[in-house]
C-alpha cells in the first residue's frame, strides 16, 4: 500500500447534540481509489462531512497530507485541494451549468483543455452548457457535480453515493469516468452502498459500522471473501446491488 | 426541442391563454401594466403623466433603500432592522456636505457648480454609510448570525443607538435641506407635443428615475454577468456549497452588507434632497415602504425589489390623487393582495 494522502485517527464528531462518529481510523493511500462501504446510518456521509470541517470534531485528529487540518475551516480545507461532492450533490440549481462551473474553478478562469476533456467525458454538459442546472435530470446533475469536483486538479475528491437513484446507463457512464481519474492518479475517497459498482473501481476498502471502522483492506481481498463480505455488509449482497 | 418536451410544456394558445402565460411568467410586468393602464383610465392624461414620473422616482429612490435589505436578507438570512438608521445616516451625511458647498459656493447656479456639490454629497452619504455598516456588522450583526430573533432585538437596538447618536451629532430638530438650483423647477414638455405637451416635470424627478436605473442597471450587471454575482447568487441558494468550493462566506456577507448600507445611505441621501426635510427618524417612516417593497418583490431578488419599489411608488402618487386619504392603505393593501396572489412575492429567488 502506498503512503496515505489523508488519515483519520481517532476522529469523534457531533452533529448537534449527538454523537455520530466514535473514533473513526481510516487511511486513504494517495492515487487510489478507496471505497468507504457500511450501511445506512454507519457514519459514512458524516466521515466525508467531518474531513470537510461541516461537523464538530470532539476529539482525534485528520490529517492531509502531513497537515494537521482537524476543525479548520471549510473553505481553507477546500483551498488544500480537496473536492467534495456531497450526497444531494449540492448543485446550484439557479445558477446556469456554466455558472456552477465557473464557480468551481476557484484560481480563475477555466482551464481550456481540461474543461473541454470534462465535456467530451460528459456530453450532455455541453448540451445544456447555459441552462439553469436545476433542469438537469438526476444523473446529469451527477455528472455536474462531479465535473465541479474535477475542473481544477485536486489532490483528494470525497464523493458521497455517486449512483444514488442513477440508472445502470449512467452508472456505467460514471465509472468510465472514475476509471479515467483513477489512471491520473487522483487520490479518491467514494462512499458507496452499491457493493458491484464499488468492486469495479476500489483499490482499497474500508467499511463503517456504528460510528466506527470495522475493517480495512484491499478490495480485492474483500471481494473474493464471500464469508466476509457476509459478516461485515450483511445478507445478500448479490441482491444488493 | 423534441415531442416529448411539447407534451410537458404545451405552448399557450390564443389570446387567453397568452394573456395568463403573461401573467403567470411576467407578474411583475402584468400587475406594472395592469396598474398604470387602471390609473390611466381613472384621471387626466396630463395628470398621469405626471404621478407615473412621480411615481418612477420614488419607486427609485426607495428601490435604492431597498435593495441592501433584501440582498441581506436573502443571502445572509439576516432580518436588519436598523437598515431605516442608514437610510437618516445618509441623508444627515449627505446635507451636510451639500449645505457646505452650497454656502461656499454662495448662489452660483451654472450646472457644473451644482453638480459639484450634488456629487459629492451623494459620495459622502454612500461612503459615511458604507464604513459604519462595516462596523455595525462586527459590533453587532456578527454574534446573532443564524438567529432571527437575537437579530430584530439586537438591530432595533442598534438602530436607536445610530438614531440618537445622529442627534447627538447634528442636533434634535428637523434640518431644512437645500435643492441645488439646477435641480429646483421643472422641465416643461414643449407644447407641440401631443396630449402632453405643456406638462411640468420637475427636474430632480427625472434625475432621480436615471439614478435609480442607472443603479438598477449596475447592480443587475454585478449579479448576472460578474464572478462575484455568480457567488452571491450561490450564496443565496446553499451557503455550504459555497464554503466547501473554498470562498470564505462570511467575507462575501461583509461585502454585501456594506454595499447594501451605502445604497441605503445614498437612498437616503436622494430623498433628503427630494424632501427638503430631514428627521433622524426618517428612516423608520421609510422602513415601512421598504419592508413591503421587498416582501412584495420575493426575499433577494434585485429585479423582484426593483419592480416591488416602482409598484409602491406609483400605487402611492396615483392612490395619493384620487383619495388621498387611502395613500397609506394602497401601499400594504397592495402587499395584501399580491401575497394573496402570489404568497412567495413577485420574482422569488427559491429558499428552502
Redesign the interface.
Known amino acids: 500500500m502506498s503512503e496515505s494522502i489523508l488519515s483519520l485517527s481517532g476522529v469523534s464528531a457531533n452533529i448537534d447534540q449527538y454523537h455520530i462518529l466514535h473514533g473513526v481510523d481510516l487511511e486513504v493511500p494517495a492515487g487510489e481509489l478507496t471505497v468507504l462501504l457500511g450501511r445506512n446510518g454507519a457514519g459514512k456521509s458524516t466521515t466525508l462531512r467531518t474531513i470537510m470541517g461541516l461537523t464538530t470534531v470532539t476529539g482525534g485528529s485528520v490529517r492531509f497530507r502531513g497537515d494537521d487540518i482537524t476543525g479548520q475551516p471549510t473553505p481553507r480545507i477546500a483551498r488544500k485541494g480537496i473536492a467534495f461532492v456531497p450526497e444531494n450533490m449540492g448543485i446550484f440549481s439557479l445558477l446556469t451549468v456554466r455558472e456552477n462551473m465557473i464557480l468551481a474553478a476557484v484560481s480563475g478562469p477555466m482551464d481550456e483543455q481540461r474543461l473541454n476533456w470534462i465535456l467530451d467525458l460528459f456530453p450532455p454538459l455541453k448540451k445544456f452548457w447555459n441552462r439553469p442546472a436545476g433542469n438537469l435530470s438526476g444523473g446529469q446533475k451527477q455528472m455536474l457535480a462531479i465535473a465541479r469536483a474535477v475542473i481544477e486538479p485536486r489532490e483528494l475528491l470525497l464523493v458521497d453515493e455517486p449512483t444514488k437513484g442513477l440508472a445502470p446507463a449512467i452508472i456505467n457512464d460514471l465509472a468510465d469516468a472514475f476509471e479515467q481519474l483513477k489512471q491520473q492518479r487522483v487520490s479518491i475517497l467514494l462512499v458507496e452502498q452499491n457493493f458491484n459498482f464499488s468492486r469495479r473501481l476500489g483499490q482499497s476498502v474500508a467499511v463503517m459500522n456504528d460510528g466506527g471502522v470495522v475493517y480495512s483492506g484491499q478490495m480485492a481481498e474483500l471481494a473474493d471473501n464471500e464469508e466476509l463480505q457476509h459478516d461485515l455488509l450483511g445478507l445478500g449482497l448479490g441482491a444488493h446491488q | 426541442m423534441s415531442a416529448h418536451d411539447e407534451l410537458i410544456e404545451p405552448r399557450p394558445r390564443g389570446a387567453l391563454g397568452r394573456f395568463r402565460a403573461f401573467r403567470e411568467e411576467r407578474p411583475h410586468l402584468f400587475l406594472l401594466v395592469l396598474m398604470m393602464l387602471v390609473a390611466f383610465f381613472m384621471m387626466d392624461p396630463r395628470t398621469w403623466v405626471v404621478l407615473t414620473i412621480s411615481g418612477l422616482a420614488m419607486g427609485a429612490m426607495v428601490f435604492l433603500m431597498a435593495s441592501g435589505m433584501t440582498l441581506t436578507f436573502g443571502l445572509m438570512n439576516v432580518l436588519n432592522l436598523a437598515h431605516g438608521a442608514f437610510i437618516s445616516l445618509g441623508a444627515f451625511a449627505g446635507a451636510t456636505v451639500l449645505v457646505h458647498w452650497l454656502n461656499v459656493q454662495a448662489g452660483e447656479a451654472s450646472v457644473w457648480a451644482n453638480l459639484a456639490a450634488v456629487l459629492p454629497a451623494l459620495g459622502f452619504a454612500l461612503v459615511v454609510a458604507g464604513l459604519i455598516g462595516l462596523l455595525f456588522e462586527r459590533l453587532v450583526i456578527k454574534p446573532v448570525y443564524g438567529d432571527h430573533l437575537k437579530q430584530i432585538l439586537v438591530t432595533v437596538g442598534g438602530s436607536i443607538i445610530l438614531m440618537e447618536l445622529i442627534q447627538v451629532v447634528w442636533g434634535p430638530n428637523e434640518i431644512p435641506v437645500p435643492r441645488p438650483e439646477t435641480l429646483t423647477g421643472a422641465f416643461l414638455v414643449p407644447e407641440s407635443l401631443p396630449v402632453i405637451g405643456g406638462v411640468a416635470l420637475e427636474k430632480y424627478r427625472l434625475v432621480a428615475v436615471i439614478l435609480g436605473l442607472a443603479v438598477y442597471g449596475l447592480m443587475t450587471w454585478v449579479i448576472e454577468r460578474t464572478?462575484t454575482g455568480?457567488?452571491i447568487?450561490?450564496g443565496?441558494?446553499?451557503r455550504?456549497?459555497?464554503?466547501?468550493?473554498?470562498?470564505?462566506?462570511r467575507l462575501l456577507f461583509l461585502g454585501v452588507f456594506v454595499a447594501g448600507s451605502a445604497l441605503a445611505g445614498l437612498g437616503g441621501a436622494m430623498w433628503a434632497m427630494y424632501r427638503e426635510i430631514i428627521t433622524a427618524h426618517m428612516g423608520d417612516e421609510l422602513m415601512i415602504s421598504v419592508i413591503v417593497v421587498i416582501i412584495l418583490g420575493g426575499l433577494g431578488s434585485i429585479k423582484g425589489c426593483f419592480y416591488g419599489a416602482v409598484l409602491v411608488g406609483l400605487i402611492n402618487l396615483y392612490v395619493g390623487y384620487l383619495e388621498p386619504r387611502l395613500a397609506a392603505v394602497a401601499t400594504v393593501g397592495l402587499m395584501v393582495g399580491v401575497l394573496m396572489w402570489r404568497p412567495q412575492g413577485l420574482i422569488p429567488?427559491?429558499k428552502v
Open positions: 464572478r455568480v457567488l447568487r450561490a443565496v441558494e446553499d455550504e456549497m459555497v464554503e466547501v468550493h473554498g470562498y470564505r462566506i429567488v427559491i
